[in-house]
Structures are given as C-alpha cells and as structure tokens.
C-alpha cells in the first residue's frame, strides 16, 4: 500500500453566487428609491384620516337560536313562536344588515323541527346562518 505524500488541498467556499445575489438586491433597492422620490415630487394633497378607522356602529354579537329537545325555540334566552322569531330578527336585521345567526339543536331534535327553524331564521332574511355542533371525540 503506497503511502500518501502530498496532502490534500482544503476545499474553498466559493463567494461568486453570494456577491452576486448582494449585487441584485442593492440594484433593486436602488430603483425602488428612485421611484419613491418620483412620487414625492409630485405636486398632490393626499387626504389625511384619524390613525383609528372605527366603524359608524358596532357590529352586534351573532344572534343564538336554541332548539330543545321537545321543541321550544328560545331566541337568546328568551322563549319564541316561529312567527316571533321571524319578526325579532328581521327587526334586528333591518338595525344591522350582516345579522348572522347561529343554530343550535338538542342531539335528539327531530329534522322537522330543524328545518321549520331554518326557515324561519331564512324568512328573516338572515343570510349569515350556522349550526353549532360538537366534535363526538370531546367529552363533557
């Protein structure tokens, strides 16, 4: 077995591709600089407005409809017809026009009385609708 007698070069980094990409973003912010002083010469009064943008009215919280197993229908808390429902939130609806409405039905409700509040909600003019269910592996 020979013997090894010049040693081994170390590799070198090679710094061309790093010096180029540098190379490209300096050129680049360079032309963006140029644009922005183009823009300040120009001879507009941009409008101003307060740092804080707030709506003209607050949004009001989702409207919660609660349907019991043996039918009653509850409107945030408090009991409903299907016919009250319908008035209370189109009322609602005509102070807010994104009303939205979430639904939510005992396990055990039959899909009749589902589908009579859906449409009762839809009546309304609701067009913002959700059914609250709960993920079957979550234990109480």
Not at 91 to 103: E, F, H, I, M, W
């Amino acid at each position: 077995m020979p013997l090894k007698t010049l040693q081994d070069e170390q590799p070198a980094m090679n710094m061309t591709p790093m010096i180029d990409v540098i190379f490209q973003l300096i050129i680049f912010f360079m032309v963006g600089t140029s644009f922005t002083q183009a823009e300040h010469r120009l001879d507009l009064r941009i409008p101003a407005v307060s740092d804080v943008a707030r709506p003209a009215t607050t949004p009001p919280d989702k409207k919660v409809v609660n349907v019991y197993q043996d039918g009653r229908v509850f409107l945030d808390s408090q009991p409903v017809t299907l016919e009250q429902l319908t008035a209370s939130l189109a009322a609602a609806r005509s102070q807010y026009k994104d009303l939205g409405v979430t639904l939510r039905g005992d396990g055990a409700l039959p899909l009749q009385r589902t589908a009579e509040v859906l449409q009762a909600i839809r009546k309304s003019g609701v067009a913002e609708m959700g059914i609250a269910v709960k993920n079957a592996s979550a234990r109480r």
